[in-house]
């Protein structure tokens, strides 16, 4: 893998699991196939479309006791509109310096109304690979 040797959460006091800065590509291929870690990948498309059953997975991976009001309750505590209220009342660590909200629209997909034909291509370009291999990608190649 061809990352930066930049790294984040590498130094004291850790705040984060120390990790290299790369492309989002080299990213996700450090975690899936480089961790020596256990891990559970979540798509945002899955917590949209089907939270309960993606977030029931999530409490038996790290084990915890299942209880499907608390799973319920999380889920809505942590739902987009929550999200965005609570940012609006006391911001967000991880905003952008440029003044815009952290947490902008909380759709699946919305990406297909704000860029290119050009930009898609890119993106496909670079990360096609990974993209087909967490299913965004048909067996064509072509963004679902």
Not at 51 to 65: D, L, N, Q, Y
Not at 92 to 108: P, Y
């Amino acid at each position: 893998m061809a990352a930066t040797s930049y790294m984040i959460g590498a130094g004291y006091p850790r705040t984060q699991v120390p990790q290299q800065l790369c492309s989002w590509s080299e990213h996700v291929i450090s975690w899936l196939d480089d961790s020596n870690l256990p891990i559970c990948v979540l798509r945002y498309e899955d917590m949209l479309s089907r939270a309960f059953g993606t977030f029931s997975e999530v409490i038996r991976f790290v084990g915890f006791e299942f209880n499907q009001k608390k799973i319920r309750e999380a889920i809505q505590a942590s739902s987009f509109n929550e999200i965005k209220k609570q940012e609006k009342r006391h911001g967000f660590r991880e905003q952008s310096i440029m003044g815009r909200d952290f947490f902008r629209k909380g759709q699946a997909g919305n990406w297909k109304k704000h860029l290119s034909a050009d930009q898609v291509d890119r993106v496909l370009q670079t990360h096609g690979k990974v993209m087909q291999r967490l299913g965004y990608l048909d067996t064509a190649g072509n963004p679902l």
